[in-house]
């Protein structure tokens, strides 16, 4: 049979809660006991040594049989509880008042008696002359004769037969029947009460049971386990602590699914961004090259030139774009590591500019630096930090109309410099904005978005620790911005361009 947890410890807790109600009631049955043989016993301590100085027991020629038989049966006439015996030095029983055939045993053990006689604590239990195993409170005395050796003992047996025979009547009496089923009754509660105590305790267990067998990581909020977020403060109960500890797992783990979804989402939309980008020119330079191929005679060498510059660019597209690709994923799979060095990032700006001098021209673009007079050098991979600059300004002049102008704008503050590449193209459409660095956007689209130009910018700047951010602006334009760590160095900076 297969029993839940609480089941099975309220099972042992009620196995344990009788056990221990059945253990104090015998403990108490006990001590009752040995309380009130110790009292009888303490009580009637003299009574032995009395009979024993009695005088009419003895003459000169020693004990007095028909004596010490009639004062026996005043004595128990008197008390109907108490039984006397004469013993000899041996223990022998030499002379008693029981009916007979009661007398189950001769001789009674003398050690018992010495310890009383002595006065050791009480109660001390001797042999019962009418039981053959039974033991019983007494009272002991030494007979002696002229102040000579004792030459027998009185011993007397507290409770006899008398009190066992009314003792077990009164445990038959609806006296003793009423108290049993009280105390039944009291374990009864103390058993309910405790079950349900358990139950209370064990209740955030079974919750928290509950809410890891609903858990579904990828499942709306409302299908989350209701458990708390967090213990509060100085809280010592433990399935509490693992409550707030599970939610808190829980929602990592919900997090971290819902991070791997996206990511599988941007990487399909990677593959069929990529695939669109790559089959237009593929499309283009196969259909060029069959041309060349099946009209290579009736072609004119003019249009031969032509068909061949055109598939050459969709070729050198190609290649960019693999190349793109490549340098995507060894960014991506941490195989990349920037060497750190010390440079200026005003001639680095100079430079990229002289780069991209000649395609702005040919846009009639104009490209301009703010650069403050004196910057410090920064702490960079410069060949990372030269291929940022680059994507951001060929992406900054591709979606730049004619006439328009494209500042790269150099800041120094609380130790960092701050670089800011702006345009004044159409912008990005607000519902492109999210994301923007996450995936790329097909590059045949009729709005301007991210590509694996800036995917790869993002990479760059997070092994430097330094992120790409797009500010929004009041006017046209779009304007990216990052930051470099300096180096404290500071030098002269040259004419802006």
Known sequence: ?????????????????????????????????????????????????????????????????????????????????????????????????????????????????????????????????????????????????????????????????????????????????????????????????????????????????????????????????????????????????????????????????????????????????????????????????ETLSLKADTLSETERKRYLAIALAQSLKVGRLAQALFELARLEHGNVQPALEQFSLVDLVQDVFQKFELPAEARHIRLRAGIPPRLPTVCADLGMIERVLTNLLDNAIRHTPADGEINVDLAHKDGKVSVAVSDTGPGIPAEQREGLFERPFSSGGTHRGGGLGLLIVQRMLQLHHSQIRLLEGAGPGTTFCFDLPTTGKSIASSTPL
Request: glycine letters at 6%; hydrophobic letters at 45%.
């Open 1 to 289: 049979m297969k029993l839940t947890l609480t089941q099975r410890l309220s099972l042992v807790f009620s196995a344990l809660l009788l056990a221990c109600c059945g253990a104090s009631a015998w403990l108490q049955i006990r001590s009752s006991d040995l309380h009130e043989k110790e009292v009888v016993q303490s009580l009637s301590r003299s009574l032995a040594d009395h009979i024993a100085h009695h005088t009419t027991l003895m003459d000169a020629n020693g004990l007095r049989p028909d004596a010490v038989r009639q004062l026996f049966g005043q004595l128990m006439m008197v008390n109907p509880s108490v039984e006397v015996y004469l013993l000899d030095n041996q223990g022998r029983i030499k002379g008693d008042d029981a009916p007979a055939g009661h007398v189950k045993r001769g001789q009674v053990d003398l050690t018992p008696v010495r310890q009383f006689i002595a006065g050791d604590a009480l109660p001390i239990l001797g042999d019962d002359p009418r039981s053959l195993d039974g033991k019983k409170v007494f009272s002991a005395a030494p007979l002696q004769l002229n102040g000579e050796q004792p030459s027998g003992y009185i011993y007397v047996v507290l409770l006899g037969e008398a009190h066992d025979a009314l003792a077990a009547r009164v445990a038959a009496s609806s006296v003793l029947r009423t108290t049993l089923w009280s105390m039944a009754l009291v374990a009864l509660l103390g058993l309910l009460a405790g079950l349900m105590a358990f139950g209370l305790i064990t209740r955030p267990l079974r919750r928290l049971t509950e809410a890891m067998r609903r858990f579904d990581a990828d499942g709306e909020p409302d299908t989350q386990p209701c458990v708390p977020r967090s213990a509060p403060p100085g809280q010592r109960d433990e399935i509490a602590v693992l409550e707030a500890t599970f939610a808190q797992m829980a929602k990592r783990i919900g997090e971290q699914w819902r991070a791997l979804s996206r990511q599988d989402q941007q990487r399909r939309e990677l593959i069929a961004n990529i695939s669109h980008d790559l089959r237009t020119p593929l499309t283009s330079l196969h259909g060029y090259l």
